[in-house]
């Protein structure tokens, strides 16, 4: 495969030095996209770019009545803070060039932690967080905010991301909130933000998020519907990589 077939594509260079760099893709329960989503708009980010695939799903996504590419790229330089948020599916044969080109631009702009942000399903209503990290001695890092991941699996882009954070001994965490079905989960997003809160102390409210939650339900319900349409099953791209077959 060549290089081109995930790139970051900037219209605006970063000012921030050595931030942490939260990321949020679409998987169970929305949780990360949502989670992530709602941290630019609480936070007022600034729009850094984008990043670009042949083998995302064709579709621009409009925010306020403006085109934006589907995975976007903001800062808060003050927080010290990037956030990589996704209105798309990474998917599984993707993951991997995806999950490498993201951990590369972040050493480029010398992130010094990874935050990874996903679901997970488990049959209860708590709305817990479960945590994992790259490196055994950062494990003190979220033992008392989180409950430890002791034994499992984390799929998808999320675990091409650790797995690339792992191998490049680039600090990280994933943060897996807790819902009990598939369907679009404001409130085990608003648990993993309040646990990220802890973590770093960023001090992003989840008052708004709580507010919106029936509304966000049925709003991420309606995307995952487009999505769908948007990726016909028999829609067929090169056999070497095949990512709707």
């Known amino acids: 495969m060549d290089q081109d077939n995930v790139q970051v594509i900037l ?17 169970i329960g929305l949780v990360g996209n949502i989670a992530s989503q709602y941290i630019v708009n609480e936070l007022n980010m600034t729009y850094l770019g984008a990043m670009s695939s042949k083998f995302f799903p064709p579709l621009a996504v409009l925010l306020g009545g403006i085109v934006n590419m589907p995975v ?29 080109e993201l951990v590369s631009w972040a050493e480029s702009i010398k992130v010094k932690e990874m935050v990874c942000m996903a679901g ?80 770093y102390g960023l001090g992003v409210s989840t008052a708004k998020l709580a507010e919106q939650a029936d509304q966000i339900e049925v709003q991420m319900h309606q995307l995952a519907q487009q999505l769908k349409a948007a990726s016909p099953e028999e829609q067929q791209l090169p056999k070497e990589f095949p990512m709707y077959g």
Do not use: W
Request: net charge negative; aromatic share 4%.
């Open 120 to 199: 997970i399903t488990v049959m209860s209503e708590q709305h817990r967080v479960f945590g994992a990290v790259s490196t055994k001695d950062m494990l003190d890092r979220i033992k008392d905010k989180a409950e430890i991941f002791e034994l499992g699996t984390i799929t998808g882009i999320t675990g091409s991301i650790m797995n690339e954070c792992r191998i490049r001994k680039m600090p990280a965490i994933c943060l897996l909130g807790e819902t009990a079905s598939v369907e679009p989960d404001p409130r085990a997003a608003i648990a993993a933000v309040e646990t990220l809160n802890k973590i």
């Open 11 to 27: 219209e605006n260079e970063p000012t921030v030095k050595n931030p942490i760099l939260i990321e949020g893709f679409p998987g």
């Open 72 to 100: 976007r790229i903001y800062e808060q330089a003050e927080k010290q803070l990037v956030v990589i948020t996704a209105d798309i599916p990474i998917h599984p044969l993707a993951s991997y060039e995806v999950g490498k």
